[in-house]
């Protein structure tokens, strides 16, 4: 009867004593906080929008692939763990409507007024061709990840994921 009232009062105060690594900083999933949303900002280039104008002409040249991908509905969560050769972006969102596929994140262009500390990414999804219903959001909802290296990280605080209505944002702890 002693031996096992002291391995449970071992094991108790062991457990107990393990509250504070979920807020230590050697807790590998503590290397990123929590994501934050905000809303997007629309702006439409009218130059952009007319596809009926040719970019080049060439008799030989393939014609580029056609992206259909639009941006997803809301990001509703956006988590960056740490592996052994840099982070895995994780990133959920709900789609408009049932059937999107082909979910990825597309890195932004660079401008030059961009922080050069951000990674700035677009949740983009395929919806089918024909009509689909809306359906409820456990069925909508995609996530979508993007694999990055220890050279792609150095440097970067803050990594940013776009959908349609907000911005989801998480940065690096210092």
Known sequence: ????LMMLLTTSLFLAG????????VNPGNWFGKSRSSAVETV?????VNPLIPTKSSIIAKPEPVDY?????????LRVEKNSTGATIFATGVAGRQGA??????????????????LSYTFRVTYP???????????????????????????????????????RETRRRQ
Not at 1 to 4: C, G, H, N, Q, V
Not at 18 to 25: A, P, Y
Not at 134 to 160: D, F, M
């Open 18 to 25: 393990c509250g504070g690594w979920s807020n230590s900083r």
């Open 69 to 77: 991908s639009v941006p997803i509905t809301n990001i509703t969560e």
């Open 44 to 48: 439409v280039d009218p130059a952009s």
């Open 129 to 167: 061709d024909n009509a689909t219903p809306a359906g409820p959001e456990r069925t909508r909802t995609i996530i979508g990840a993007k694999s990055l290296t220890n050279q792609e990280l150095r440097g970067i605080r803050l990594i940013r994921v776009k959908g349609g209505q907000n911005i």
């Open 101 to 118: 596929y082909a979910a990825r994140l597309v890195l932004d262009p660079v401008g030059e007024d961009s922080p050069t500390d951000t």
């Open 1 to 4: 009867m002693r031996k096992p």
